[in-house]
């Protein structure tokens, strides 16, 4: 983990909200796993004194991208930088997604940024599998070409119908395991919206398959200090304890998480 005095090469609006923001990080950038994330002082935010998490979309070399959407104060002032300016980044943080186990049959399950959150993902898993990817409409769906030139079968389901199947992510995922999975077992690496996460992780708990979930939890300092960011996870004695997403996630197995509506976040704007 460093941190960094990064410089911005290239920022621009994607689609739906979205924007690649496209940085020279030559200490973080070679060092970063897939699922790891940075954490970003947005440069004029005075008022705010929390760093924002981004998970890393894309390294190239010392260059390093996040995609991000436009949700808040934070990321309202992060789309004002432009080339050539600075912004401190920390990073590469967090316990990232973890090699494909052998035999398995990979299943990426996506929703929002979590297309962006599992590119690195995709692009290392030695095995192409198939990828769902979820979202309200059209513009919520990100990245798809860069997947399906990695070889990955993308599926797609927006709530709207306006691209690919109509209806949520799991009306895709759910006839596919049934239909097309045959004598494969699946692992399971899903980053998106709690609701998604829940769906994916009841239905692997279920089947008995390993999935590895992405949690999207608030966070503070971004480096295991503050405890804002802590989750519920099973002692290994038949209780549970606190983890520190920020640390010990953002991925845990869905086995290791302990599941009751505590686990959902109620988001307030960050301070
Ligand atoms: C590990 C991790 C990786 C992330 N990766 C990405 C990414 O690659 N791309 C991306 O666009 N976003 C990502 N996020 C979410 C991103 O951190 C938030 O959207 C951002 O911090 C919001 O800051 P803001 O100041 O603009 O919003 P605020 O003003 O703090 O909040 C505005 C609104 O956004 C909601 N919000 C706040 N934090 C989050 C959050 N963590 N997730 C969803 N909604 C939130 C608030 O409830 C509020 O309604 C990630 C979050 C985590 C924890
Ligand atoms: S964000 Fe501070 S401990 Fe995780």
Request: charged share 20%.
């Amino acid at each position: 983990m460093k941190q960094e005095h990064a410089e911005v090469i290239e920022h621009q609006p994607i689609q739906g909200g979205y924007n690649l923001l496209v940085m020279h990080a030559p200490g973080i950038a070679p060092d970063v796993r897939p699922g790891q994330f940075v954490h970003v002082q947005v440069p004029h935010l005075n008022e705010c004194v929390l760093r924002r998490p981004f998970s890393v979309f894309k390294t190239e070399g010392q260059r390093l991208a996040i995609l991000y959407k436009d949700v808040g104060k934070g990321t309202r002032t992060l789309g004002n930088l432009r080339p050539g300016e600075g912004l401190n980044l920390i990073g590469p943080l967090g316990r990232g997604f973890p090699a494909l186990q052998e035999g398995l049959y990979p299943v990426l399950v996506a929703g929002g940024y979590g297309m962006a959150a599992l590119y690195q993902t995709a692009r290392l898993l030695p095995v192409k599998g198939t990828a769902f990817f979820g979202g309200r409409t059209g513009g919520d769906i990100l990245c798809v070409s860069e997947f399906e030139n990695l070889g990955w079968d993308v599926r797609i389901t927006t709530e709207d119908g306006s691209l690919g199947q109509a209806g949520r992510v799991t009306d895709a995922l759910d006839p596919w395991m049934k239909n097309e999975l045959g004598s494969r077992e699946p692992e399971l690496f899903a980053c998106g919206p709690t609701g998604m996460l829940n769906a994916v992780a009841d239905r692997a708990l279920e089947q008995g398959w390993t999935a590895w979930i992405s949690m999207d939890t608030n966070m503070g300092c971004g480096v295991g200090a503050c405890l804002t960011c802590v989750v519920k996870v099973h002692d290994g004695r038949g209780g549970w304890s606190w983890a520190r997403s920020c640390r010990e996630g953002p991925v845990f197995e869905c086995r290791e998480l302990f599941r009751e509506p505590a686990n959902v976040t109620n988001r307030k704007s960050m301070p």
